[in-house]
Structure formats: structure tokens, C-alpha cells
């Protein structure tokens, strides 16, 4: 975290971030992250967190939490508790972003937030005004950023070229320039360049 960045109130921004980790802490599905196993959405809140502060080290104390609380308990609403359809999909994630911020919401409420700052936090959580909104494109830079370096090999490799190349165009078209810039930086395999070049104008 950039040794700069003066939360309000430390002790309350530190216990949210605390109550947030614990929440996460307890998604019984596993991530394993070099020779350790974590809760996946513990894992993956603080992949974006450090994907958030690479992209914007000065990042605010909203979009900080709303990074750490954008998956909040994900597991607790599983994909096939909607039909496996498009249409289902579609419900699905906008039921996710609701659920997301409502427990956000308790969560910073029950740290000692009060109603400005959740409801920016919840504001980002759903994404409100994008792209318009800067940190609403930080945030959705980090999550595709995210999907590029730790989720794009595993998902290629059980899911369809055309399927794939449309899931890569989706990303780059919501990502910004200093996304993109970051995006091209990663290290890709040859199987995932060739996917890339597939989707992408310039790759």
C-alpha cells in the first residue's frame, strides 16, 4: 500500500479492510497461487487491490474498499442458481453487483463508515457512470487486468477459440489506453498470443 495514502481514520479504514478480508476469507473454493492454496475471493480481492494501486498508487479510500469488496462473497450465489443461459448470465451478474454492494454496505457500516463513503463504494461496486467515471475505470481496468494474468490461461484451456476470442474483444473494448498498456506488458504464453492476435487490432 503507498505509504502517502492518509485514510480519514486509520483504525476504521484498516478494520474494514480487516472485516472484508474476513468475510472473503471464508469461500470454501480453493485458488492455488504459486505452492499455496487461498480462499479464492480472498486471493483474488487482493490481486485486484494490487492491480487498482499499480494502475493509480494515489487511488482514494473508495476506490480502495471497493476494490477489496468487489467480489464480496461471491460463492454465496453460484452461476447455476440461474438458468445456463444467456439471458440467465446476464441476471446473474446483475444480481451479483447488487449483492455485492449491499454487503459492502453492512460491512463498512457495522467498521464505523457512514452513508457518503459506502455510497461511493457501493457506487463503484455497480459500476455506476462508466466509463465517464475515472475510478469506475480503474476499477474495471484492474478486473480485466486481473482476468489477463491469472484467469485467461485456465479459461482457454476448456473453452472454445471463438468463445475466447470474443471474451478477449469484450475486455479490450472496456479497458482504457493505460489498461491496455499495462495488458500488453504481461507475459503471455504462445497459445494465449495467438488468441490475442486473433482478437485484438494491434496485439
Not at 476499477?139 to 468463445?163: M, N, P, Y
Not at 469484450?170 to 499495462?182: F, L
Request: glycine letters at 4%.
Amino acid at each position: 500500500m503507498n505509504t502517502s495514502f492518509q485514510p480519514a481514520d486509520p483504525s476504521r479504514f484498516e478494520t474494514a479492510l480487516s472485516r472484508l478480508d474476513e468475510e472473503n476469507a471464508r469461500d470454501p473454493n480453493r485458488e492455488l497461487c504459486g505452492a499455496s492454496s487461498y480462499p479464492r475471493e480472498l486471493i483474488y480481492a487482493q490481486w485486484l487491490t494490487d492491480w487498482v494501486l499499480k494502475l493509480c498508487p494515489q487511488a482514494s479510500e473508495a476506490l480502495r474498499l471497493a476494490a477489496r469488496s468487489q467480489h464480496l462473497c461471491r460463492w454465496e450465489i453460484p452461476r447455476d442458481s440461474y438458468p445456463m443461459t444467456r439471458p440467465g448470465y446476464l441476471q446473474w451478474r446483475a444480481e451479483l453487483k447488487r449483492f455485492h454492494a449491499r454487503k459492502s454496505g453492512e460491512v463498512l457500516r457495522a467498521a464505523g463508515y457512514g452513508g457518503e463513503i459506502i455510497e461511493r463504494v457501493q457506487a463503484l461496486n455497480l459500476k455506476r457512470d462508466f466509463p465517464q467515471d475515472p475510478e469506475t475505470c480503474i476499477l474495471e481496468d484492474a478486473l480485466c487486468l486481473v482476468f489477463l494474468e491469472r484467469q485467461f490461461g485456465a479459461l482457454a484451456a476448456k473453452t472454445s477459440a471463438e468463445k475466447m476470442v470474443n471474451a478477449l474483444q469484450k475486455a479490450w473494448k472496456k479497458m482504457s489506453p493505460a489498461g491496455r498498456a499495462e495488458a500488453l506488458k504481461l507475459p503471455y504464453t504462445p497459445a494465449q498470443l495467438a488468441l490475442l492476435k486473433q482478437a485484438l487490432p494491434e496485439p
